[in-house]
């Protein structure tokens, strides 16, 4: 057992002297490192790794990294989604990327049958609930600007990546909760202790279906990161940075500001995220390709079918009353802007 670990760690500073080689462009003598744990998908295990290094000329210098580690897996529909990083970063893709939206960089990675490793840069940004209004909503213009340069450019680096989810993802997730007797049947029992407006804004858009799919087909289609919720987002002073592209693939546009709005931890900010980060997504869209006739009601039918259900199925099994709590106010929020969107139709 201790062979093991020690080929284990031999394997792991062999790849850090060669990420950090790549880093620094110098080559590098050896190197002191700690690790410190991050949070990672499923199945991952991502970790901080910093310290100091000695180059072959003698210089000292300080550095951080992380460091990922990614096991084989099955995700619903989506086989492959457990290398599609791998597969987004040897293909051209980084090439595409605006001034002010991009991914980490990527310093080496490697691949075999059952798992993979990815070093990459560390981000030094604002993260998480840290992230303001002002922040989501700088983060939804650069995202629109970046789609929309790809939808408009087509560039020939897309033709060539063969591993991306497919744009029939997000309806085959809500036809999956829509055949669960525990979220469909719940909201329409009895025994459920939601607001009864809750329940009927979820029961209207399945009595609704054809339609509000007929709408969101009309939407164009585009590159979707698909996980795009604060946590994966890194606010800096120049750039947004976005993390955790496995999901990644061809969606609907205004999926990934969907998530931005309703993929949240608090749900404070709901309305306010909606009503700002909508306009910036579709004007920084507008940048590449006009989108004048997509109205913010579509967008909203999209956060309900990618996220209603999802809720309903946190509130009825929480573990505990904080979590039952905030799922429920996520649902109220969603109401609300249902509300906000009624009235502005009337007042038209």
Request: aromatic residues 12%; contains cysteine; hydrophobic residues 35%.
């Amino acid at each position: 057992m201790k062979n093991r670990i020690k080929e284990q760690d031999d394997n792991f500073y062999n790849t850090l002297l060669i990420a950090l080689k790549e880093m620094f462009d110098k080559d590098i003598e050896k190197a002191r490192y700690d690790t410190k744990q991050l949070h990672g998908g499923t199945l991952g295990d991502v970790k901080l790794v910093y310290g100091t290094l000695i180059t072959k000329t003698g210089e000292t210098l300080e550095y951080k990294v992380v460091y990922k580690n990614q096991k084989k897996w099955k995700r619903y529909s989506d086989d492959n989604s457990w290398r599609r990083e791998y597969d987004l970063y040897k293909s051209d893709l980084g090439n595409e990327f605006t001034n002010n939206f991009r991914w980490p960089i990527c310093y080496y990675t490697n691949i075999s049958k059952n798992e993979l490793q990815i070093w990459m840069e560390y981000i030094d940004g604002i993260t998480g609930d840290s992230l303001t209004v002002d922040m989501c909503e700088a983060a939804a213009r650069a995202l629109g600007r970046f789609q929309g340069k790809l939808f408009a450019e087509k560039p020939k680096a897309l033709d060539k990546i063969r591993n991306l989810s497919n744009v029939g993802f997000l309806r085959q997730n809500y036809l999956n909760y829509r055949s669960w007797p525990e979220v469909y049947d719940y909201i329409r029992s009895d025994d459920c202790d939601l607001p009864k407006h809750i329940c009927e804004m979820m029961i209207e858009i399945d009595e609704n279906e054809e339609r509000v799919w007929r709408e969101i087909g009309k939407l164009p289609i585009v590159l979707c990161q698909r996980d795009f919720w604060n946590a994966n987002i890194f606010y800096t002073e120049n750039q947004i940075i976005c993390i955790d592209w496995d999901t990644t693939g061809w969606g609907r546009l205004g999926e990934d500001i969907a998530s931005l709005i309703a993929d949240v931890e608090d749900s404070g900010n709901i309305v306010e995220c909606f009503k700002r980060c909508v306009p910036a997504y579709l004007s920084g869209f507008s940048e590449y390709h006009r989108v004048d006739n997509i109205s913010r009601a579509t967008i909203y039918h999209l956060i309900i079918v990618m996220f209603g259900y999802r809720y309903i199925e946190n509130y009825k099994f929480a573990k505990t009353d904080q979590d039952k709590k905030l799922s429920r106010d996520i649902l109220k929020k969603l109401f609300n802007i249902r509300v906000e969107l009624t009235k502005q139709q009337k007042m038209l």
